[in-house]
């Protein structure tokens, strides 16, 4: 499977140019900023549409400027976790996730929460609502709740930046594990070196609007770690 992104976006004076393949897991997405990175991810999810160029997954066209194609997020099936979980605060952490499951059968549905619950280490946390929970704890509900819907792609948009760093290593191990097992192709948003030395498999370099350059990680650790290589 695989993500083709072909785009040119727009906001005030701000222009986007991306251009790239994505391939089989985790992918990292790193630069300052301002560099365009969550911006490019509203467009993948369907949330804003570019003035130019194309997006597809697996041969399926999201986006098609010239063909005037445009595929509503709600049928890309994409998970999508943000720095915010945006949980529903009346909610139980169950039904959070329940309500992302395909499928009419309630029993069903919750059934399969309970199941992506355990799978990001919170089953415990099912009866509780978004107030009881840390900030971790949220995360967690909101990571499963981006597995619930059987995405074809997962975005996650610097989830883990308003956490403690202890809470933090623990989510990217959850997450680079849950990627391995699941094959889901995942673009992962961060500005921090040491998050995408963690996490990535290769690397999108997102540079003042230009999104182009795939890496290797260990291309660019390499020059991370090399002094003679300018900042």
């Given at each position: 499977?695989?993500?083709?992104?072909?785009?040119?976006?727009?906001?005030?004076?701000?222009?986007?140019?991306?251009?790239?393949?994505?391939?089989?897991?985790?992918?990292?997405?790193?630069?300052?900023?301002?560099?365009?990175?969550?911006?490019?991810?509203?467009?993948?999810?369907?949330?804003?549409?570019?003035?130019?160029?194309?997006?597809?997954?697996?041969?399926?066209?999201?986006?098609?400027?010239?063909?005037?194609?445009?595929?509503?997020?709600?049928?890309?099936?994409?998970?999508?976790?943000?720095?915010?979980?945006?949980?529903?605060?009346h909610r139980t952490g169950q039904a959070n996730v329940a309500l992302a499951v395909r499928g009419s059968d309630r029993h069903a549905r919750r059934a399969r929460a309970d199941?992506?619950?355990?799978?990001?280490?919170?089953?415990?946390?099912?009866?509780?609502?978004?107030?009881?929970?840390?900030?971790?704890?949220?995360?967690?509900?909101?990571?499963?709740?981006?597995?619930?819907?059987?995405?074809?792609?997962?975005?996650?948009?610097?989830?883990?930046?308003?956490?403690?760093?202890?809470?933090?290593?623990?989510?990217?191990?959850?997450?680079?594990?849950?990627?391995?097992?699941?094959?889901?192709?995942?673009?992962?948003?961060?500005?921090?070196?040491?998050?995408?030395?963690?996490?990535?498999?290769?690397?999108?370099?997102?540079?003042?609007?230009?999104?182009?350059?795939?890496?290797?990680?260990?291309?660019?650790?390499?020059?991370?770690?090399?002094?003679?290589?300018?900042?």
């Open positions: 499977m695989s993500l083709e992104v072909d785009v040119r976006g727009r906001i005030g004076d701000f222009h986007l140019d991306a251009r790239f393949a994505l391939p089989r897991g985790l992918t990292v997405l790193f630069g300052p900023s301002g560099a365009g990175k969550t911006r490019l991810l509203r467009l993948i999810a369907g949330l804003d549409r570019p003035v130019d160029g194309s997006i597809t997954l697996d041969g399926e066209v999201f986006d098609d400027v010239a063909g005037r194609r445009h595929l509503p997020t709600h049928e890309r099936r994409i998970g999508m976790v943000f720095q915010q979980p945006y949980l529903l605060p199941e992506l619950l355990g799978l990001v280490a919170a089953g415990e946390l099912a009866a509780r609502r978004p107030h009881q929970l840390s900030g971790g704890q949220r995360q967690r509900i909101a990571l499963a709740r981006a597995l619930a819907g059987d995405p074809r792609l997962l975005l996650l948009d610097e989830p883990f930046n308003a956490l403690e760093v202890p809470v933090r290593r623990r989510l990217r191990s959850m997450v680079r594990d849950l990627v391995a097992d699941s094959g889901v192709p995942t673009l992962f948003v961060t500005h921090d070196p040491d998050e995408m030395r963690e996490l990535a498999e290769h690397v999108l370099l997102a540079d003042h609007g230009d999104i182009h350059e795939l890496r290797d990680i260990e291309e660019i650790m390499a020059g991370l770690d090399d002094p003679r290589t300018p900042g």
